[in-house]
């Protein structure tokens, strides 16, 4: 893959992992609800501003991929018929809706209904913008891709992301406030504390699904007596088998080493603090293993027919 194919791979990862970042977060702020809208916006306010800063970034990266990026708009004319004109332009209410949201949080005091409401509005536009471009790839055509299999991956895949980085972001932000000497620190890490420990058991929950799917792949690829599907499995099992296992055990590597730590800094009665560098490690190492992930998603497709 050039330069140029791996712009794409960077949006669809990018917008994952904002739609799973924010819908987690939503799900937190609605569990934490009794906790008051000012603690739910302290908590939720760095989180959101670093995720409309990652749409703004997966935009102007998915631009890379075309010949000719001034033009980008024409590709929202064919919404009725194309699922990458739907998949455009719900990228682009979701960067709008993420930055009106975001706008609400920093700025609007109160108003936390509102707030709660556009932020699930928000994560819905996410959703929708990752099926669209799950869709993009359900061609007859392609056999390896045409399957219920790439839907699921997709929102698997953003589960993952989000939560793994989430845990990162909101340790970062409690570092932060910590190097800041904030007054309120000791009330915020302990919803921190709470919080982390819920998007832990999330990425395993994930994590496992994720790896059920890639199991539920290999299958489907290899009942299939059709040509194309039997070499994108040999590619796989072949060819690509190496950079597969690598890829997969990045994801287990990550999250496995994320909850060992967790584990081990609440035995020892630690400061939940003490889990950002874990935290850090974890969501790289995932966010490496779906970027070869992307890869291979690309590198097996074999075309089938005309």
Known sequence: MNLREW????YT????????????LWVIRSRFAKLGGKELDRLTRVPILILFS??????????????KPFLSFLAMTNFAHSWLSREIIATVLFLFSMGALAALVWFADG????????????GFLGLAT????AQVYLLPTQIAWNSAVTILSYYGEAALLGATSLSAILLMDLNFMYEQGSETIKDHERMVAAVIKRLIFASVIAMIANL???????????????ESAQMSMRLLSDLYQ?????????????VSWLLVSYFRISKIKGQIQQLIIHAYLASTLVLIGEVLGRFLFYAIHVRSGI
């Open 13 to 24: 990862i990018l917008i994952q992992l904002a739609t799973g970042a924010l819908v987690a």
């Open 54 to 67: 990652t749409i703004g970034i997966a935009i102007v990266g998915a631009h890379f991929h075309l010949s």
């Open 212 to 226: 059920a799917l890639n199991a539920e792949q290999i299958l489907f690829l290899s009942a299939l007596q059709n």
């Open 130 to 133: 990752v099926l669209c471009m």
């Open 242 to 254: 190496p950079l597969y296992l690598v890829r997969l055990g990045m994801t287990v590597i990550g």
């Open 7 to 10: 712009a794409l791979p960077v």
């Open 111 to 122: 108003r936390y209904a509102l707030k709660a409401a556009l932020g699930w509005i928000t």
